[in-house]
């Protein structure tokens, strides 16, 4: 079973970028679909970003252009690179691994998860 842990989150200002990584350990990444997902207070937690075991990536709509996902096997890692940030990207940020053959943004579809990091945007 694979552990996951998060860090690089923090408080920015709008238009500035942040870095977001996501730690393994227990078992390789390779071979597991990852995603970043959020959750801001009293809201659902959604769909940031997935990239599968062979590099494809999806984007949600309102990220497409400023986030990028990647992720290193060699290093058992996943990034998430935010530029641009806004308000309304303030959330606490998920990293989550998924054994699904295809690439999903479907939530319930990632069994493993990571307990998060904090990302606040101040206008």
């Known amino acids: 079973q694979v552990q996951l842990v998060e860090s690089g989150g923090g408080l920015v200002q709008a238009g500035g970028s942040l870095r977001l990584s996501c730690a393994a350990s227990?078992?390789?990444?390779?071979?597991?679909?990852m995603a970043w997902f959020r959750q801001a207070p009293g809201k659902e937690r959604d769909y940031v970003a997935a990239?599968?075991?062979?590099?494809?990536?999806l984007y949600a709509d309102s990220v497409k252009g400023r986030f990028t996902i990647s992720r290193d096997n060699a290093k058992n890692a996943v990034y998430l690179q935010m530029n641009s940030l806004k308000p309304e990207d303030t959330a606490v940020y998920y990293c989550?691994?998924?054994?699904?053959?295809?690439?999903?943004?479907?939530?319930?579809?990632?069994?493993?998860w990571g307990p998060g990091t904090q990302v606040t945007v101040s206008s």
């Open positions: 990239i599968g075991w062979g590099g494809a990536t």
């Open positions: 989550a691994a998924s054994t699904r053959v295809l690439i999903t943004t479907t939530l319930r579809d990632y069994p493993y």
């Open positions: 227990g078992r390789t990444l390779v071979g597991y679909n």
